[in-house]
């Protein structure tokens, strides 16, 4: 739990990184091993790039890598299908999230197929999510596909 | 048919674009009210992008484009967990396949999320998969998350 808030405390600071770049506040971070292999997160609006999604923006920065088979994805929000997708389909067995009061997003798919998810439910996040949706609804609903 | 083909025909210049570029072949085209949005193909080799799938660089270069509830994804191949999640997530409604041969990839979650899945088993395709598998057995398990 230490270790897991710690890795948490990680994709909640690239959350708020993007929040300052003006970007959606998502953060990401794989780990392996104990090692942080990539952080990543939201871009859609920095970049331009309507998958930038925080999770896949973590994975693409940690490279090929090749095997995913103990890697632990942490993620500020409950993956959407897009980054569950990518989770599904490169076997990492393990999910870590922030909150999923704001979006529900593909847990149920995620278990499933077999991936552990924990879900800490931090009001922090929930707060700050919360805030941006209020403050930002149609781009958050791009974000999620329901324009 | 013959408007599905010629859409078809560019997902698989893409696929022979990405083989002559030294990359996976797959190709893929988004359409929207028989225009062509964006085209795209495989470029984990070219880019060194683990989730640069086809159908992922194909809807990315189409922009940030907000409602995709009228838009056709064409794919020279089934679509994997982390394309048809993306398709899932934006609401992609149908999707054109070329060949599911080499690759199930997530037609059955496509098809239980309610996306209408029309595959036309080219045989052109299906060798020219074939071949590449044949070829680079590690780097077709890489894509796939199966090494």
């Known amino acids: 739990m230490d270790e897991d808030m710690k890795y948490m405390q990680a994709a ?3 959350a708020k990184l993007s929040l300052s770049e003006g970007g959606i506040p998502i953060g990401s971070v794989l780990v392996r091993d104990g090692v942080i292999l990539s ?22 920065n940690a490279g090929r890598i090749g095997r995913y088979g103990n890697t632990i994805l942490y993620s500020t929000l409950m993956p959407c299908y897009l980054c569950a997708g990518a989770v599904v389909q490169f076997g ?7 909150e999923s ?3 529900g997003g593909a847990e149920d798919f995620l278990q499933e197929k077999g991936v552990e998810v924990v879900n800490f439910g931090l009001p922090e996040l929930e707060k700050m999510v919360a805030d941006y949706i209020e403050r930002h609804p149609e781009i958050w609903n791009e974000d999620i596909g329901t324009l």
């Open 12 to 14: 909640i600071d690239e």
């Open 39 to 60: 952080q990543g997160h939201n871009r859609r609006i920095q970049d331009n790039d309507p998958l930038m999604h925080a999770e896949i923006n973590c994975i693409r």
């Open 92 to 98: 990492i067995p393990k999910v870590v999230v922030g």
């Open 101 to 103: 009061s704001n979006f």
